[in-house]
């Protein structure tokens, strides 16, 4: 079932949140081969641009962390006093040399306040990461469920040429017999251009899904042929409020944790900032003139008399108060998108549940009953040719509903990130 299938990578994607990408893009190759959804999901999670630049992010979340714990380096300085004047202190005789090196020392904690931000924000982007892994997952499935249904509505155009083909030797027979006008010879054809022509719009809607689904592969071009599926299984999906608990577990949403951690170490060293930081010295001086040597010691302290941090200080607390608004946002939107997969659901069993059960077996019955009396002369061309019409659409729209359905799921899968266990229905 492709549910099962989307289910399965989505579980992956999560496995390898805290795993480094191993899969390399596989080459591009001439369409040999049928293309199942595990996969196209494989092959997305190893090659898709998105999650390649998030790969990068984490690494530049791993930067910034390892940088957050760095210690101030000394400096080292070098003084030349009482040289190159005049009178005694002509040229370096009188010279005093003095060489130092001083330390700046971080008070209140000011490190272990960047550190915690540190691996706050490469917790953010471990989560960032984890929620494009889904987007391109559920992206990916509903892209193959696009492909499958194109595949099928190919395939009814050709049972319909196929169908009319077959009628004109019998239309023909009915003409040399007289029971038929030979207008009714080009009104059957101009039926079958109708039907090819409608073939040829859907083979290039084909093509294009094709292509879109190699593009989240990481291809220029498809290198398959075909894709496989089950597109006619359903089923009905468990109660809402069931699927919205399992909303929570989105990476969107935990990702406001490491968020807010990160804004409350923001916030901390924001505070810090007013704390003064001493710069400690240590110099040797060299008197020339009398050969002698000293120690000099030294500290500096800045006095944080005009520049509080007043403002930083403002800005990081309402950056953190504004964090739960964000997440609420974020979560409404989810549960919006959420709820509107869940509804599209219950409307798509329900249509494919009449087209199955009443539309569709009705028309091929009266398309049954009308292509074996056409030949005995009980019905008119234009009615074959409606019933056929009739059974087409019936069978379209029954695609158009399972490609809905399938893309519901998919989308309520990648928002929840778990499988989305479905009641049997049997398939058509």
């Known amino acids: 079932m492709l549910h099962r299938a989307v289910a399965w990578a989505l579980g992956f994607a999560l496995a390898l949140h805290a795993s480094s990408p191993a899969l390399a893009q596989a080459p591009n190759r001439a369409p040999s081969r049928t293309l199942t959804l595990t996969a196209a999901m494989q092959r997305a999670l190893a090659a898709n641009p ?4 998030a790969e990068r992010d984490i690494g530049i979340a791993r930067g910034r962390r390892i940088q957050a714990g760095a210690i101030p380096n000394p400096d080292l300085s070098f003084e030349l006093d009482n040289a190159f004047g005049t009178g005694d202190y002509r040229g370096t005789r009188s010279a005093e040399t003095t060489l130092q090196i ?4 971080e008070l209140s904690g000011k490190r272990q306040a960047r550190i915690a931000a540190g691996d706050a924000g490469f917790a953010v982007a471990g989560w960032d990461r984890a929620a494009v892994r889904l987007e391109v997952l559920s992206e990916t499935a509903i892209a193959f469920v696009n492909v499958l249904s194109a595949q099928r509505r190919v395939e ?13 030797p019998l239309l023909q027979r009915r003409v040399d017999a007289g029971a038929s006008s030979p207008a009714e010879i080009a009104r059957a054809e101009v039926a079958a251009d109708l039907a090819k022509a409608d073939r040829e719009r859907a083979r290039v809607a084909l093509a294009v899904a094709r292509r879109d689904l190699a593009a989240l592969m990481g291809l220029t071009a498809p290198d398959f042929k075909s894709v496989s599926g089950n597109l006619s299984r359903i089923g009905r999906p468990p109660p809402f409020p069931t699927v919205l608990a399992a909303l929570e577990a989105n990476p969107q949403l935990v990702r406001w944790t490491a968020v807010q951690a990160q804004r409350r170490a923001e ?23 009398t050969g002698d040597d000293a120690v000099r ?13 007043r403002g930083g200080i403002l800005e990081a607390q309402e950056t953190l108060a504004k964090t739960d608004a964000e997440w609420k946002i974020n979560r409404i939107g989810l549960i919006l998108l959420l709820g509107r997969a869940w509804e599209t659901i219950g409307g798509a069993i329900e249509e494919v549940r009449l ?14 009953t009308i292509e074996s009396g056409y030949g005995q002369g009980r019905f008119t061309l234009l009615e074959i040719l409606d019933a056929q019409a009739v ?3 019936a069978a379209l729209r029954e695609v158009e ?5 399938h893309t519901a799921v998919a989308t309520i899968e990648g928002l929840t990130g778990s499988p989305l266990t479905l009641s049997r229905e049997a398939s058509r």
Do not use: C, M
């Not at 001083?102 to 020392?105: A, H, I, K, M, T």
């Not at 087209?355 to 049954?368: D, V, Y």
């Open 297 to 309: 010691l030294g500290v500096a302290i800045p006095l944080p008399l005009w520049d509080q941090n």
């Open 102 to 105: 001083s330390q700046l020392v």
């Open 156 to 168: 009814i155009f050709d049972e319909q040429i196929a169908t009319l083909g077959r009628l004109t």
């Open 391 to 393: 059974a087409v659409q």
């Open 355 to 368: 087209l199955r059960g009443s539309t569709i077996p009705k028309s091929r019955n009266a398309l049954e």
């Open 401 to 405: 509903a399972l490609t809905i359905f």
């Open 267 to 289: 916030l901390l060293l924001a505070r810090l900032k007013v704390v003064p930081d001493p710069q400690v010295g240590l110099a040797w001086r060299h008197y020339r003139d």
């Open 50 to 53: 998105r999650l390649t630049a």
